[in-house]
């Protein structure tokens, strides 16, 4: 059930209005994800309290700031725990277990301090579709979570905020076609630790982020808000 989701940093989609681009783009100048030598085995059972090392571990993703790994030694990369740090030396932060028939989890987004994950269940029970969005501090270790329905968000639909905070967008069920809408929907904020909030809603598009504030267009109109 797994399905891969393009890892991207906090900063990686530019709005495609030029005017809008012009306002942010030395805000959203990304820094690009990078391979960082994979191929190195880590012990499952130290990685939990195992410094920012290679050692023993396989590299996902990297930034110059994070490292994205998972134990070697077990099958597909989909299938392994996969962990972060702040690099050079932070603590191993224990971000999720592998794939299995009934869940799926994804990290979608790196910051400099925080990683935002997507984890999508089945209930085997009634077959119901759940989704859990969680960002990670990887300083500190702590978690913050919320619950939606059905599927995960898609990638343009969410990101992430410099102080932890998820925005993500809940896209309206278009009864004539049978899918979720492409355009039409609900923008959330979660702060850190905190509760979801209606930002916005209707013809929602474009969404990007830099540093605590975060850019999106209605109705083809730009509009941003800063946290």
Not at 55 to 63: D, E, L, M, P, V
Not at 121 to 140: C, F, N, Q, W, Y
Not at 167 to 195: A, Q
Request: aromatic fraction near 6%; proline fraction near 4%; include cysteine.
């Amino acid at each position: 059930m797994h399905t891969s989701t393009p890892l991207r940093s906090s900063h990686s989609r530019r709005p495609r209005r030029a005017l809008w681009a012009a306002a942010v783009a030395a805000a959203l100048a990304a820094t690009a994800l990078i391979a960082d030598g994979g191929g190195v085995t880590a012990d499952a059972g130290a990685a939990h309290t195992a410094t920012c090392a290679t050692k023993g571990t396989t590299t996902i993703y990297a930034t110059p700031k994070v490292r994205i790994y998972s134990d070697s030694a077990k099958g597909p990369v989909e299938q392994r725990d996969l962990f972060g740090c702040l690099r050079p030396a932070g603590r191993a932060r224990f971000l999720f277990e592998g794939a299995t028939n009934e869940t799926s989890s994804d990290v979608r987004i790196v910051g400099e301090r925080y990683v935002a994950l997507a984890d999508f269940r089945v209930v085997p029970s009634d077959g119901a579709r759940e989704t859990s969005l969680l960002a990670v501090d990887l300083k500190s270790g702590r978690k913050s979570s919320v619950e939606i329905k059905d599927y995960p968000p898609r990638e343009a639909d969410l990101t992430l905020l410099a102080d932890g905070s998820m925005v993500y967008v809940t896209r309206d069920f278009d009864d004539t076609t049978g899918e979720l809408s492409r355009t039409l929907g609900t923008l959330m904020r979660v702060p850190f630790g905190g509760t979801a909030q209606e930002l916005d809603k209707g013809r929602i598009e474009d969404l990007a982020a830099s540093g605590r504030a975060v850019y999106w267009t209605k109705d083809g109109v730009p509009v941003s808000r800063r946290f």
